[in-house]
C-alpha cells in the first residue's frame, strides 16, 4: 500500500482538471490519445452501452469499437489531478471511477482471463500498481488506503476519505460476476450519493449476493471480508443493509430474521450462514 502528497494539499480546487504530467511515474496504458475533456461525461457513455441490465460487461466492444473512446477516458484519469478535489463527494466520485476504469482495462487487456483468482490474475489486477491521477497506485492501495482507510500510505493520504463509507462497496467493481454490479453511469460529485444508495439497493436486492437456500441463508463474502466496515455509529450491520433491501422481495422476512439487530460479526457467526464469491469475470456474452 502505497500513499502521497501532504496534508496541506487536503483541499483545493474541486473542477475536474486534467493535466498533463512531465513525469509519468509509470507508463501510460492509454496510449497516445488526448485526454477525454469531461472524462465522466465520457464515461457514462461508455457504460450506457456496455454494461447490460445484469450488470455483465461487454469488454468486446471495448476492445473493438469503443476502443478509443475508452483510451481517452483512461487517459484522463491517469493524469487527473485529484489534489484539486475539495470535497468529500467530489474525491469519492474520482476515485471510484479510477478504481472501475483501471479495473475495465485490466479486462480489456487480458481477454484469456475467465476467473480472476483460478488464472492467476490477483497480483496483476489489484497489486500491481497503475498510472492514476499522475501517482504510481494500485487498485487496492485506492480502495484500502483511499476509500476504507484502513490502511495507511503517507504517499496517499492527501486524497483519504473524511470517513468510511461502506457503500463503497457496491461501488467499485472488481469485474468479478460476485461483485456488486458496474453502475450504468460514472459517477459525479453532483450524483454519487444518489448513485451509491441505488447501488446498494442492487447489491442487498440481489439473490446472487443475498438469498434463503433451504433452511440456511448464502451471502456475499463481502460481509464476511469487510464486515465491520458495515456496522455503523449506533446502526449494526444487518440493520444498515435491511436498510436498503425491498420488503417486497419473496424471502424478505426471511432474511429480516437473520440480520435485524445482529452486528456483522454475530452474523457471521450463525451457523446456518454461507458465504460466497465467485471470481469468474462478469463478461457478458456477444
Known amino acids: 500500500m502505497t500513499a502521497i502528497l501532504c496534508f496541506a494539499l487536503l483541499f483545493g480546487c474541486e473542477s ?7 513525469d509519468a511515474p509509470t507508463e501510460s496504458r492509454a496510449g497516445d490519445v488526448a485526454p477525454a475533456a469531461d472524462y465522466a461525461a465520457s464515461l457514462t457513455t461508455l457504460l450506457a452501452r456496455v454494461v447490460t441490465d445484469e ?26 489531478d485529484a489534489s484539486g478535489l475539495l470535497t468529500r463527494e467530489a474525491r469519492l466520485a474520482f476515485w471510484l471511477n479510477a478504481y472501475n476504469v483501471q479495473m475495465l482495462e485490466n479486462v ?8 480472476i483468482v483460478a488464472d492467476g490474475y ?15 497506485v494500485t487498485l487496492d492501495q485506492i480502495e484500502h488506503v483511499i476509500l476504507r482507510r484502513s490502511d495507511f500510505d503517507e504517499r496517499l493520504a492527501v486524497f483519504r476519505l473524511p470517513e468510511l463509507d461502506p457503500r463503497i462497496h457496491a461501488g467499485i467493481n472488481c469485474a468479478a460476476v460476485s461483485c456488486p454490479s458496474l453502475r450504468r453511469r460514472a459517477f459525479t460529485p453532483e450524483n ?33 471480508w469487510f464486515g465491520s466496515d458495515f456496522d455503523r455509529q449506533g446502526l449494526p450491520a444487518g440493520d444498515y443493509l435491511l436498510g436498503f433491501m425491498s420488503p417486497e422481495r419473496p424471502d424478505y422476512d426471511r432474511l429480516k430474521t437473520l440480520l435485524e439487530g445482529r452486528t456483522a460479526a454475530e452474523i457471521k457467526a450463525r451457523p446456518n450462514v454461507r458465504f460466497e ?10
Request: zero cysteines.
Open 16 to 22: 475536474q482538471v486534467v493535466r498533463p504530467l512531465d
Open 55 to 80: 450488470g455483465l460487461v461487454r469488454y468486446d466492444l471495448l476492445r473493438g469499437e469503443l476502443r478509443d473512446d475508452f483510451r481517452r477516458v483512461l487517459k484522463a484519469v491517469e493524469d487527473f
Open 108 to 115: 480489456i487487456e487480458t481477454p484469456e482471463v475467465n476467473d
Open 122 to 136: 490477483v497480483e496483476a489486477f489489484f497489486r500491481t500498481p497503475y498510472r492514476t491521477a499522475g501517482l504510481d
Open 192 to 224: 454519487v450519493d444518489t448513485e451509491l444508495d441505488d447501488a446498494m439497493a442492487d447489491f442487498v436486492n440481489r439473490p446472487r449476493h443475498f438469498r434463503v437456500e433451504g433452511d440456511g441463508f448464502v451471502l456475499s463474502s463481502l460481509l464476511d
Open 277 to 286: 464469491y465467485l471470481w469468474k469475470v462478469n463478461r457478458a456474452e456477444n
